[in-house]
């Protein structure tokens, strides 16, 4: 069985959600986030309930030095990666050109850069090994332009392109790439990113432990793309049939406090 899994963004919401999945499907852990009190909590909770092996490494993704430790750190302990699970990622709210560009910059750094550099690092080992396991985290966003959330969406739309080509590359040897897409979901993205008003997130939010259990059979099963919830995956498909104009003013709709 593929063993050693290494999740970003496991302090908190989906990410932390996947750590309780993966454990419990009897994977080693290595956990990756900013708040290193929240993960070793997390990691004693992981090695009491799972007897699981978790190793936690503090990082700020958005800084390029930082993901070049971490992964010294993993190649020094003799840790192999079996499963990247790229889940860190961050959103915000607002007309762009109001928008701090502090802000705006490290979320391209974050949900772009960050996923992009990992994938890079972590591949070629699995290559070797003809076996291994990738999940991006991209969002229903990825579907379709988000006005409000315009930086947001575009990097989610990313994510999606890069998973699927990068599926079609690996395809023959012997690694499967996934790109969940979960819609608005139960985590603190929604306090973060300003967010919990508008009337997209009003209108419902998936249980984080669903959606990581949904994304963790999906990868499993080497599904490329994977939309959890039956009214998401309607909304990813209707993108495909109806006028952009459209399909850009609903968003905005949803978009609107």
């Given at each position: 069985?593929?063993?050693?899994?290494?999740?970003?963004?496991?302090?908190?919401?989906?990410?932390?959600?996947?750590?309780?999945?993966?454990?419990?499907?009897?994977?080693?852990?290595?956990?990756?986030?900013?708040?290193?009190?929240?993960?070793?909590?997390?990691?004693?909770?992981?090695?009491?309930?799972y007897?699981?092996?978790?190793?936690?490494?503090?990082?700020?993704?958005?800084?390029?030095?930082?993901?070049?430790?971490?992964?010294?750190?993993?190649?020094?302990?003799?840790?192999?990666?079996?499963?990247?699970?790229?889940?860190?990622?961050?959103?915000?709210?607002?007309?762009f050109?109001?928008s701090?560009?502090?802000?705006?910059?490290?979320?391209?750094?974050?949900?772009?850069?960050?996923?992009?550099?990992?994938?890079?690092?972590?591949l070629?080992?699995?290559?070797?090994?003809?076996?291994?396991?990738?999940?991006?985290?991209?969002?229903?966003?990825?579907?379709?332009?988000?006005?409000?959330?315009?930086?947001?969406?575009?990097?989610?739309?990313?994510v999606?392109?890069?998973?699927?080509?990068?599926?079609?590359?690996?395809?023959?040897?012997?690694?499967?790439?996934?790109?969940?897409?979960?819609?608005?979901?139960?985590?603190?993205?929604?306090?973060?990113?300003?967010?919990?008003?508008?009337?997209?997130?009003?209108?419902?939010l998936?249980?984080?432990?669903?959606?990581?259990?949904?994304?963790?059979?999906?990868?499993?099963?080497?599904?490329?793309?994977?939309?959890?919830?039956?009214l998401?995956?309607?909304?990813?498909?209707?993108?495909?049939?109806?006028?952009?104009?459209?399909?850009?003013?609903?968003?905005?709709?949803?978009?609107?406090?």
């Amino acid at each position: 069985m593929i063993k050693t899994a290494l999740i970003t963004g496991a302090s908190g919401g989906i990410g932390m959600a996947f750590a309780e999945v993966l454990a419990g499907h009897g994977h080693d852990l290595c956990l990756v986030g900013r708040d290193i009190n929240r993960l070793k909590a997390l990691k004693i909770s992981l090695q009491e309930q799972y007897q699981a092996t978790v190793h936690v490494f503090a990082a700020d993704l958005t800084d390029k030095d930082d993901i070049d430790s971490l992964y010294k750190n993993i190649e020094e302990r003799d840790i192999q990666v079996e499963i990247l699970i790229n889940n860190a990622g961050m959103g915000a709210w607002g007309f762009f050109d109001q928008s701090a560009w502090d802000k705006q910059e490290r979320m391209i750094r974050l949900n772009i850069m960050a996923l992009t550099y990992l994938t890079r690092l972590f591949l070629p080992s699995m290559i070797s090994r003809h076996e291994g396991r990738i999940l991006n985290v991209a969002s229903t966003a990825a579907f379709q332009p988000g006005p409000l959330m315009a930086v947001y969406y575009a990097t989610k739309a990313y994510v999606l392109s890069f998973s699927q080509a990068l599926a079609n590359e690996l395809k023959d040897k012997g690694i499967r790439v996934t790109c969940l897409c979960p819609g608005p979901t139960d985590t603190d993205f929604q306090d973060r990113a300003l967010i919990k008003d508008i009337l997209l997130s009003r209108l419902g939010l998936q249980d984080p432990f669903a959606v990581a259990a949904y994304g963790y059979k999906a990868m499993m099963a080497g599904r490329p793309i994977a939309v959890h919830g039956n009214l998401n995956k309607l909304m990813a498909i209707s993108t495909r049939f109806l006028p952009a104009p459209m399909t850009v003013s609903a968003v905005r709709r949803m978009m609107q406090e």
